[in-house]
């Protein structure tokens, strides 16, 4: 099984990035699959995630109305669209594969990707 994120980069305060999650040796449309970021120094935490179908999506609160996750079945893909960047959303961002939805622990998941860097300047 891989995931492998991409898409990060410097942008400054207000831009805008789309990171995306290559998945490969799964049955893609049979797993959830999520964001997670861990800034410098500090835990890896939840960010976002998408039901099976793409039908149903789930925020942490600090990125809620700002970022978009969507899911492309056909080209197993997973995306997250990431508007109004503050320089607290620097970090490296990783995707992740669950069975169940919503689930937001890291030990909750399957399968992790390697990150992706994300800095936002101010």
């Known amino acids: 099984v891989q995931l492998q994120a991409s898409g990060g980069g410097l942008v400054q305060t207000g831009g805008s990035l789309r990171l995306s999650c290559a998945v490969s040796g799964v049955t893609f449309s049979s797993y959830v699959i999520n964001w997670f970021r861990q800034a410098p120094g500090k835990e890896r935490l939840f960010v976002a995630a998408i039901n099976r179908s793409g039908g149903s999506t789930y925020y942490a609160g600090s990125v809620k109305g700002r970022f978009t996750i969507s899911r492309d079945n056909a080209n197993n893909t997973v995306y997250l669209q990431m508007d109004s960047l503050k320089p607290e959303d620097t970090a490296v961002y990783f995707c992740?594969?669950?069975?169940?939805?919503?689930?937001?622990?890291?030990?909750?998941?399957?399968?992790w990707g390697k990150g992706t860097q994300v800095t936002v300047s101010s």
């Open positions: 992740a594969a669950s069975v169940y939805y919503p689930l937001t622990r890291v030990s909750s998941m399957n399968y």
